[in-house]
């Protein structure tokens, strides 16, 4: 009964090869993040989806692009690795906003991504 | 830009002592929030403290939030060895496409 679900885990992979992330949650909730970790902890966010439609787009190379097929999902692409993009990748879902505020967030476990 | 700045980066203390965090912002904010990190694992929501709050407990935990300082604290009484991990600090602004921005975190370490 797990509520924010990564898969996979750990991800080591080649300097120009592609990769996905997949996130489900089982909460209900209307948005979902991804987040980038670095190695310093700093937890930055990426992408927000509420309700399949993109909310959120930080500044991000394109080679990242997220993809919502309905709102318990929020799968991260990533084309052409590079060695800057080794780090954990969070997902996060919270709950239908009230009058516009943000509420707290589920964070899933994570996925390592080490590109070599 | 990075909203929230935590102080201390790290702080180790032994088991049963309290733990103070503090958190600094930069612009207006609707609620602050604190998350404890796990090594290994996701960000643990703790406490939620509104704009219009001073102060606010959960068991162990008590925030205090000054909004003419841009500042808040977390204190942790009676800390325990399972204590020991990053705790963050988020900040969510108003407007309708609002996201939480996270501060840098500080890093509990509790000696038995």
């Known amino acids: 009964d797990t509520a924010v679900s990564q898969t996979p885990k750990y991800l080591v992979t080649q300097m120009g090869n592609d990769k996905s992330i997949k996130c489900e949650q089982n909460?209900?909730?209307?948005?979902m993040y991804w987040y980038k970790q670095d190695s310093k902890k700093f937890l930055k966010i990426m992408f927000s989806?509420?309700?399949?439609?993109?909310?959120i787009n930080e500044t991000v190379p394109n080679r990242f692009s997220p993809k919502s097929p309905d709102k318990a999902h929020l799968n991260l692409h990533i084309n052409s690795l590079e060695l800057g993009d080794s780090a954990v990748y969070f997902c996060?879902?919270?709950?239908?906003?009230?009058?516009?505020?943000?509420?707290?967030?589920?964070f899933g476990p994570g996925t390592r991504l080490t590109v070599l | 830009s990075q909203q929230g700045e935590e102080d201390p980066q790290a702080l180790s203390i032994q088991e049963g002592e309290n733990a103070t965090m503090n958190c600094s912002y930069k612009?207006?904010?609707?609620?602050l929030q604190w998350y404890r990190q796990n090594s290994g694992r996701g960000l643990v929501h703790l406490i939620l403290i509104r704009s219009n709050e001073r102060e606010k407990h959960s068991g162990r935990l008590r925030v205090t939030l000054d909004t003419s300082k841009k500042s808040s604290s977390l204190l942790i009484t009676a800390s325990r060895a399972a204590d020991t991990a990053s705790y963050f600090c988020a900040t969510a602004g108003y407007s309708s496409a609002s996201k939480i921005i996270f501060g840098s975190g500080t890093r509990l370490s509790i000696r038995p």
């Open positions: 989806y509420n309700n399949k439609e993109l909310i």
């Open positions: 612009t207006s904010i609707n609620n």
């Open positions: 909460l209900g909730h209307d948005t």
């Open positions: 996060a879902s919270s709950p239908p906003w009230t009058s516009g505020r943000v509420t707290v967030q589920y």
